[in-house]
């Protein structure tokens, strides 16, 4: 055999190895990122059949969670409900937040045939801020809230019952940050959801017990006097701390709580005693009021038992706090600086949309001179030099089509995230980073193109015939 020959079908043999070396290297890099990322989206997928959409912050968990045992089909129970889990020391609020606060909210989106009931309220605890008093919760939350299936409902392609939630929070530690989430979650017609059993019996118990006896109350001045009977015989004796279920009507500090048990009953707003087996107490009503109640729907605490009971009320109640009214001079002044900065403000507006375009071009201006940057420049010169021999209009529309194509691509990923936001998802910029598929696609393509740069393969080579006679033209 010649000795070019055997040069031949040695360079041969070492490009045949180099060629299942670069291939053997290409799938160790790619099959990590392709299995870690499959992965992930078979454990998204296997969540989202079975549990809430979730928003994480430094403060608070929330969870939309449901128990359905037998399914959501007319005629069995079907409950869904917000689980909160607060960092220690931070607290959120009850229907009636007390002095200060604001109650979560919840609103949701149904289909056709499906109503959602009221939350069903946990008896809250006192929180005291200084010389207010708050009413709310720490540790774990959950708000459970009653669906109604009724025979008209019909699942949708997924053969679910697809619910929607969109909640508003307040929390608070001694600052406080208000807080909300939108939430997806889907529930099987065929099938059982019970995961969240146990917090759903937990809620259970913890909400308020209704009162089985009889209520008194009478309004006498600015206090309002309460007897209650038939409370557990095992309060007889002990301080119960009340909690009004409607708020800004008394007086948090004029309210029984758990250390103003007297005998017998004092004059004072906060006062309580038991009189045998009936308890009676005095709340004080609120100077600042802004409305009477023919009804005072009431919480009772005594350790971590409750009862509930909505207690008729008789007697007149004292006049009502009046809104202070704006003096004609204030309201004058207050009409000329709104005239004075509207147009101000629609200035600044377009002063500060042009302020951020220039930001942008700087911006880009000056990652195209980082390092990273400058091979791609390279191309780009290269591939500029290529189209010196095309009149000026063919240059101008390539010029054009390249522009309308780099805008094009940034107006449709910022159309696609919008679609995504205004359809319950919690996405900010960069959220296709955060997707395991998005980022292994990423991982292959860059390994590619390092092993195109490295030599160890060309793009025209494995290009389809038809392509690679385009690229040649």
Same mark, same amino acid.
């Given at each position: 055999m010649k000795p070019s020959t055997t040069s031949t079908l040695a360079a041969l043999s070492a490009a045949r190895r180099l060629g299942y070396a670069c291939k053997l290297a290409l799938f160790l890099i790619a099959a990590p990122a392709i299995s870690t990322a499959s992965m992930a989206q078979i454990t998204l997928k296997t969540a989202s059949a079975t549990s809430a959409s979730v928003v994480q912050t430094d403060q608070v968990r929330a969870e939309l969670v449901a128990h359905a045992p037998q399914g959501a089909v007319p005629g069995q129970p079907v409950w869904v409900g917000l689980k909160i889990t607060h960092q220690p020391q931070w607290h959120t609020y009850w229907k009636n937040p007390g002095d200060s606060g604001l109650a979560t909210t919840v609103q949701w989106t149904l289909p056709a045939g499906v109503t959602a009931g009221d939350i069903a309220w946990p008896a809250p605890h006192s929180i005291p801020i200084g010389t207010m008093t708050n009413y709310g919760y720490e540790g774990t939350l959950l708000l459970p809230?009653?669906?109604?299936?009724?025979? *008209? =409902?019909?699942?949708?392609?997924?053969?679910?019952?697809?619910v929607k939630l969109n909640a508003s929070w307040l929390v608070c530690r001694q600052e406080c940050i208000p807080q909300d989430g939108n939430f997806v979650l889907r529930i099987p017609v065929k099938g059982s959801v019970a995961l969240n059993g146990a917090d759903f019996d937990a809620a259970q118990k913890a909400a308020p017990t209704p009162l089985v006896g009889s209520t008194q109350a009478d309004v006498a001045g600015k206090l309002l006097t309460l007897r209650v009977a038939g409370l557990p015989a095992a309060w007889q004796g002990k301080a119960l701390q009340a909690f009004p279920e409607i708020g800004a009507v008394f007086d948090t500090t004029g309210t029984p709580g758990s250390a103003t048990l007297a005998t017998p009953l004092g004059a004072d707003g906060g006062a309580q005693a038991w009189e045998g087996s009936t308890w009676t107490a005095r709340l004080a009503i609120s100077d600042q009021r802004l409305s009477d109640a023919a009804s005072l729907p009431l919480v009772l605490r005594q350790g971590d038992s409750t009862v509930q009971f909505t207690s008729a009320v008789t007697g007149t109640w004292p006049a009502?706090?009046?809104?202070? @009214?704006?003096?004609?001079?204030?309201?004058?002044?207050?009409?000329?600086?709104? @005239?004075?900065?509207?147009?101000?403000?629609?200035?600044?507006? $377009?002063?500060?949309? /042009?302020? *951020?375009?220039?930001?942008?071009?700087?911006g880009g201006l000056i990652l195209n001179l980082m390092p990273c940057v400058l091979p791609v420049l390279a191309i780009k010169g290269m591939a500029i030099a290529q189209h010196a021999h095309q009149t000026r209009a063919q240059q101008r529309l390539q010029g054009i089509a390249y522009t309308v194509g780099v805008i094009g691509s940034f107006v449709a990923l910022g159309g696609l995230m919008l679609a995504l936001r205004a359809g319950g998802e919690q996405l900010? $910029?960069? =959220?296709?980073?955060?997707?395991? /598929?998005?980022?292994?696609?990423?991982?292959?393509?860059?390994?590619?193109?390092?092993?195109?740069?490295?030599?160890?393969?060309?793009?025209?080579?494995?290009?389809?015939?038809?392509?690679?006679?385009?690229?040649?033209?």
């Open positions: 809230v009653p669906l109604t299936v009724s025979p *008209a =409902f019909q699942p949708g392609a997924t053969g679910d019952l697809e009502l706090a009046t809104a202070a @009214a704006v003096s004609p001079a204030l309201q004058s002044a207050l009409d000329a600086n709104r @005239a004075a900065t509207a147009p101000a403000a629609s200035g600044g507006n $377009w002063a500060a949309l /042009g302020l *951020a375009v220039l930001a942008a071009l700087l900010g $910029w960069g =959220f296709h980073l955060q997707s395991p /598929g998005v980022l292994a696609a990423l991982a292959v393509l860059f390994t590619l193109l390092g092993l195109n740069l490295a030599g160890l393969f060309e793009v025209g080579n494995v290009l389809p015939q038809g392509l690679a006679n385009l690229q040649a033209k």
